[in-house]
């Protein structure tokens, strides 16, 4: 079945350590999202690519770094200089919904709860 | 911007309808609406369109009036599965980079 895997699903860091979250999708969506999570706040755009070897900020990308080398593949740093790195993190892909326009539809993966310590 | 979501809760018998509001102070070419239930990922369920188009999942229903830049999620006859946090998703960019902005979610509670 096709879909997004994001690992790990737990992870606990001390502070000043970097961390990477994996995600990997088989749906070969030519897009691919990161947002956070925080109670109360909904999800917040940190990262986003359209294409192999391009991405742009999102509202949040301060802390954080990604790279694009494969079309399957959208990993997540956590760096030392995120302030407030405990969250939820979900890994998104998206295909475009036949000629309608507008935003493409998501399909998520099933998130990282990161916590620092 | 992030669109504003009304209620921020809402507690329902099985069998009872719900509203859930979503506004935006931009202009928006499409809103989109997920479900998340506790410790998974959201869920797509519809698509608004500019246009207002209105479009339906199962008991589900949504509205979008694209002057007042506003959409609301209609919930019929809610059941027992329909709990979870509902999102919405508005997209008021422009250009090919196209990405939603979500609320910050109406966390609906259907009792029996």
């Known amino acids: 079945d096709g879909g997004i895997t994001q690992s790990p699903k737990y992870l606990f860091r001390k502070e000043g350590q970097n961390v990477t979250l994996s995600c990997e999708q088989n749906?070969?969506?030519?897009?691919m999202y990161w947002y956070r999570q925080d109670p109360g706040q909904g999800l917040r755009l940190i990262y986003y690519?359209?294409?192999?070897?391009?991405?742009q900020k999102g509202d949040i990308a301060e802390g954080y770094s990604v790279s694009r080398e494969k079309k399957e593949s959208f990993p997540l740093t956590v760096t030392s200089a995120q302030k407030n790195p405990t969250a939820f993190y979900l890994c998104?892909?998206?295909?475009?919904?036949?000629?309608?326009?507008?935003?493409?539809?998501?399909?998520f993966g099933a998130g990282s709860r990161l916590t620092v310590l | 911007q992030q669109p504003v979501q009304s209620p921020q809760a809402v507690i329902l018998r099985e069998g009872e309808d719900a509203v859930i509001n979503c506004s935006s102070s931009?202009?928006?070419?499409?809103v989109h609406w997920y479900r998340q239930k506790h410790g998974e990922a959201p869920v797509f369920l519809m698509i608004l369109l500019k246009g207002g188009e209105q479009k339906g999942h199962e008991k589900i229903s949504a509205s979008f009036n694209e002057k007042k830049q506003q959409s609301s999620l209609y919930l019929t006859a809610s059941q027992l599965s329909y709990s979870g946090t509902y999102f919405c998703g508005t997209d008021s960019t422009s250009g090919s980079a196209r990405q939603l902005t979500f609320g910050s979610g109406t966390q609906l509670t259907v009792l029996p």
């Open positions: 690519s359209q294409i192999v070897n391009d991405f």
């Open positions: 931009k202009a928006l070419y499409s």
């Open positions: 998104a892909s998206s295909f475009n919904p036949g000629g309608r326009g507008g935003a493409n539809v998501l399909t």
């Open positions: 749906l070969n969506h030519d897009a």
